[in-house]
């Protein structure tokens, strides 16, 4: 069976078809040679992009027995997952009693071997960004997550970041999902951020937030989000999602097992400056966006 058996897109005429699927190809560099910087090009866009399949090196049914507990459901590398599992104190090698890993399983061999695999699988995605987007030279890495708690139904919401977080930037964000789980991970996908300010202007304060961030937790909290139509995207085992999740409303209905990545470059260093959605918006336009 075809990696691409179970990728599915289901379009509702009532929200702009941004939604683009690449022909299959093997690994980053099949993309990169077919596709070159229409890639980044179609990101700026603020397209979903959908590549069918993407060979990465793991040992997906090993990864498939596994999953996390709630608490660690979006753990990231930041976290110290996919680093050493020791500490050395003097001469002694001690497994690391906060690694999140040493944590979830006891015993040393599965640890170890949960272990590599994030790491190998984090590696690789470091490298697969860079061959994805080669004309963003000045990529710097935010996070990498690895998400294997069972997932969804969640709210339909816009990636906003508190003022206080390191996230909370005016950069360009690039943001990818690699579905690992023997199933396909399926998502509700909506209007996207310039679109709720314009037809539902009258849900935001007169005087708009400075921050785009600001604007989206409005609409997150917004009941209406919810009742808006949806695309709906099922994206199968390997198959890798590309999209701002800043500016597109975006909800999980149903996922066991993705690594999601978040990377950043400053705004003039994207392909067209005036993309940035952050560079677009203007809180004294009456809407928000020219
Ligand atoms: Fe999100």
Redesign the pocket.
């Known amino acids: 069976m075809s990696q691409q058996a179970g990728l599915r897109v289901t379009r509702t005429r009532e929200v702009e078809d941004y939604v683009l699927v690449l022909d299959e190809h093997e690994d980053a560099l099949g993309y990169q040679r077919t596709y070159g910087d229409a890639i980044a090009e179609a990101y700026e866009d603020l397209k979903v992009i959908v590549l069918p399949s993407l060979a990465i090196d793991a040992d997906l049914d090993f990864l498939n027995a596994i999953a996390f507990p709630p608490q660690f459901k979006k753990i990231s590398a930041g976290d110290g997952i996919g680093d050493s599992l020791f500490e050395r104190n003097g001469k002694q090698i001690l497994r690391k009693s906060d690694h999140p890993v040493n944590l979830i399983a006891e015993d040393l061999r599965p640890a170890a071997m949960i272990n590599h695999q994030i790491a190998s699988v984090f590696a690789q995605l470091r490298v697969i960004v860079r061959q994805l987007f080669p004309a963003y030279r000045t990529l710097r890495e935010g996070t990498l997550t690895w998400r294997f708690t069972p997932t969804g139904p969640?709210i339909t919401?816009?990636?906003g970041y508190a003022p206080e977080s390191r996230f909370y930037t005016r950069e360009h964000r690039i943001k990818f999902f690699l579905n690992l789980d023997h199933d396909p991970r399926v998502w509700g996908l909506t209007h996207r951020i310039d679109k709720i300010l314009r037809d539902h202007r009258a849900i935001f304060p007169d005087r708009l937030p400075d921050h785009l961030n600001e604007v989206a937790r409005i609409a997150t909290e917004w009941p209406g989000l919810q009742d808006m139509p949806h695309h709906e995207l099922h994206y199968p085992q390997l198959s890798l999602v590309l999209g701002n999740?800043e500016a597109i409303g975006?909800?999980?209905r149903y996922g066991n097992r993705m690594v999601a990545g978040e990377f950043f470059i400053e705004p003039e260093d994207m392909l067209d400056p005036s993309k940035s959605v952050h560079n677009r918006y203007d809180p004294t336009l009456p809407y928000g966006f020219a």
């Open positions: 969640e919401h816009f990636d999740a975006h909800q999980v």
